[in-house]
T-cell receptor, first 111, second 115 residues
Framework: DAKTTQPPSMDCAEGRAANLPCNHSTISGNEYVYWYRQIHSQGPQYIIH???NNETNEMASLIITEDRKSSTLILPHATLRDTAVYYCIVKGTYNTDKLIFGTGTRLQVFP | GAGVSQSPRYKVAKRGQDVALRCDPISGHVSLFWYQQALGQGPEFLTY????????KSGLPSDRFFAERPEGSVSTLKIQRTQQEDSAVYLCASSLVGLPTDTQYFGPGTRLTVL
């Protein structure tokens, strides 16, 4: 079973920041938080991951609370092409560890 | 560079037929995963290879499902005697050297419809 809880859907106006929350209250100390997204009819796409520090890359920022029980993915300036299902995943530290997807958050960006 | 490719992109099979789905991982990637995604659901793990060794097949739903990667590159997922409940998108992902935080790169998937 997925170790994360996400809202089923969210809306965001184009050009505004999209903040996608995720709860992972049972996360272990050596587990990472990963975010993937899946645009319609495509395979999942890696966005970002983190352990306990906040992370930023060219796609997004990841804010992890100090107790690590929740996190927020931030898309700073959402575009229509960011419309997708976003998955928050807790993953262990072994290379054999598969990704356990939940049902994700369907983000709709509107003009 | 080229990403993960899968073929065919779409497959229609009659119930009881055997199907074979192909995955070409990114060149040099050691790890290869297969996932199954039912309509409206997130992907679910099927099996994992490190080079040619199948290290985890705990997600295969029945003995009708079989996967192989004989030379440590291309992989094939075979489903025997397909059933309607096998209808899904089958996704393949690969990662570089199998380090704990290696990113999994996904292919576009094969949509299997069993009539």
């Amino acid at each position: 079973d997925a170790k994360t809880t996400q809202p089923p859907s969210m809306d965001c106006a184009e050009g505004r920041a999209a903040n996608l929350p995720c709860n992972h209250s049972t996360i272990s100390g050596n587990e990472y938080v990963y975010w993937y997204r899946q645009i319609h009819s495509q395979g999942p796409q890696y966005i970002i991951h983190g352990l306990k520090n906040n992370e930023t890359n060219e796609m997004a920022s990841l804010i992890i609370t100090e107790d690590r029980k929740s996190s927020t993915l931030i898309l700073p300036h959402a575009t229509l092409r960011d419309t997708a299902v976003y998955y928050c995943i807790v993953k262990g530290t072994y290379n054999t560890d598969k990704l356990i997807f939940g049902t994700g958050t369907r983000l709709q960006v509107f003009p | 560079g080229a990403g993960v490719s899968q073929s065919p992109r779409y497959k229609v099979a009659k119930r009881g037929q055997d199907v074979a789905l192909r995955c070409d991982p990114i060149s040099g990637h050691v790890s290869l995963f297969w996932y199954q995604q039912a309509l409206g659901q997130g992907p679910e793990f099927l099996t994992y290879f490190q080079n040619e060794a199948q290290l985890d097949k705990s997600g295969l739903p029945s003995d009708r499902f079989f996967a192989e990667r004989p030379e440590g590159s291309v992989s094939t997922l075979k489903i025997q005697r397909t059933q309607q409940e096998d209808s899904a998108v089958y996704l393949c992902a690969s990662s570089l050297v199998g380090l704990p935080t290696d990113t999994q790169y996904f292919g576009p998937g094969t949509r299997l419809t069993v009539l």
